[in-house]
């Protein structure tokens, strides 16, 4: 160490080390914080699509900043020439001794640089279809649940919320709070947008809002962040951001645009008045075609009445007809069931008289045959005193040559049998 003196005191000199120096040196700028610079770029440059590495000058100076690319929105839109905002924190890179600002968010500045920033923003995110019209969804015609993104306290906030009661009332407004200007205002907002997509998807509506301003007081309008945010949406966005004459990135991106938070409330809530006209106007149309399409019916009805009852004369006259013939026919045939009803009463009795006679003479011979076959009975003849000898198969034996000595035989009387065995036989 070194010493040198001041006013007669000594005081002992720190000697650094260069890393420690650099490390020294770092830290104390670090601890100056977040800083706002203007200048002209005068280089820039992404490399692998991860670092930015740019220079930024005025008439005298310049210094140069570096960031991560992923983490800056619209850093692939600077140019050489564009005047811009670089918000970053002030270092001294250890390694080399060079000195940069490591760059938070870079904002084009001035109207000629932001003219030139938004228009290639809007090209870039037109050639990606985000302002396709075919992919922006309709509003619902009567909506409940309207998502609010706006500032608090605003005449943008007052605007939007008086047109909503003085044109139907009863809504619902979540509302959130966010910044519409400067610094925080894109954060704040593409903020908003997820909270309200992830924790109200019930939602039919979200509505960003702000009123006018110069380009710069729009720029987080501009952004390609907040436009991506708007696209991402799962809920319809409507952007009524700024006067007629300011179209931003957003009004593009939204499924719907209206040029000011009144017109924004006026697009998404029909008036009261206008709505019972025409539920009134339709009734009385449904009506007037109800008693149209009615009365056509009952002529219709009427018409094939008519015809109806023609055709049904005609099958009754035809029936009557029909009717009177079987009536002719059948007094003919009740005539034809009376006489038949005589002769049949004739030809029974003389059916029964032939019938009797015919039971008379047959008892008659039945009596004599009766008579004839008792006096045929053999056992008639037995009880005469005659017999009948049959052999010991029962056959009746008429000849002294059909038996045999020792055969036994039997005699039969008129009250009994006798059985006995040939012993001799004499012709």
């Known amino acids: 160490m070194g010493v040198f003196q001041t006013q007669s ?65 619209g850093c692939d839109l600077l140019e050489v020439g564009m005047l811009v905002h670089v918000y970053g924190v002030p270092r001294l890179y250890k390694k080399t001794g060079r000195f940069s600002v490591f760059v938070n968010q870079i904002v084009p500045a001035g109207e000629g640089a932001l003219r030139l920033a938004l228009e290639k923003l809007k090209s870039k995110l037109e050639k990606e279809g985000l302002f396709d019209t075919a992919r922006k969804r309709l509003l619902p015609i009567f909506p409940e649940n309207i998502g ?187 005539k034809d069931i009376s006489l038949s009803t005589i002769k049949a009463g004739n030809f029974k009795q003389n059916l029964v008289a032939a019938a009797e006679t015919w039971l008379v003479t047959r008892k008659s011979s039945l009596e004599s045959l009766t008579r004839l076959l008792k006096s045929l009975d053999f056992r008639q003849v037995l009880k005469r005193g005659f017999s009948i000898t049959i052999d010991k198969s029962g056959a009746v034996i008429k000849s002294v040559s059909k038996t045999k000595k020792g055969e036994k035989i039997a005699t039969m009387l008129y009250n009994g049998k006798i059985g006995s065995i040939v012993v001799d036989i004499k012709k």
């Open 9 to 73: 005191k000594v005081i002992k000199e720190k000697i650094f080390q260069v890393s420690e120096f650099n490390d020294f040196v770092s830290t104390y700028l670090e601890q100056i914080g977040e800083v706002v610079i203007e200048g002209e770029i005068s280089e820039v440059k992404i490399s692998q699509g991860k670092w930015l590495f740019a220079t930024i000058k005025d008439k005298e100076s310049n210094v140069d900043i570096f960031g991560l690319a992923f983490k800056l929105s």
């Open 148 to 334: 609010l993104i706006t500032a608090k306290g605003s005449d943008a906030y007052n605007d939007f919320v008086k047109v909503l009661k003085d044109r139907m009332g009863g809504l619902k407004i979540q509302f959130c709070p966010v910044s519409v200007q400067g610094k925080d205002a894109t954060g704040t907002i593409i903020s908003a947008f997820g909270y309200l997509n992830k924790h109200h998807p019930e939602l039919d509506l979200i509505v960003l809002t702000r009123g006018g301003g110069s380009l710069e007081d729009l720029q987080p309008f501009n952004d390609e962040g907040m436009a991506r945010a708007i696209f991402s949406s799962k809920i319809p966005v409507v952007s009524a951001v700024g006067h007629e004459a300011n179209i931003s990135v957003a009004d593009l991106v939204a499924d719907v645009r209206a040029s000011t938070p009144t017109d924004a409330g006026e697009q998404i809530v029909r008036d009261r008045v206008d709505v019972v006209k025409e539920i009134n106007f339709f009734t009385k149309n449904i009506e007037d075609k109800l008693k149209g399409m009615i009365k056509e019916k009952n002529d219709f009805v009427l018409e094939h009445v008519d015809v109806l009852k023609s055709a049904i004369e005609k099958e009754v006259s035809k029936l009557r007809t029909v009717i009177t013939k079987f009536g002719s026919q059948l007094t003919a045939f009740l």
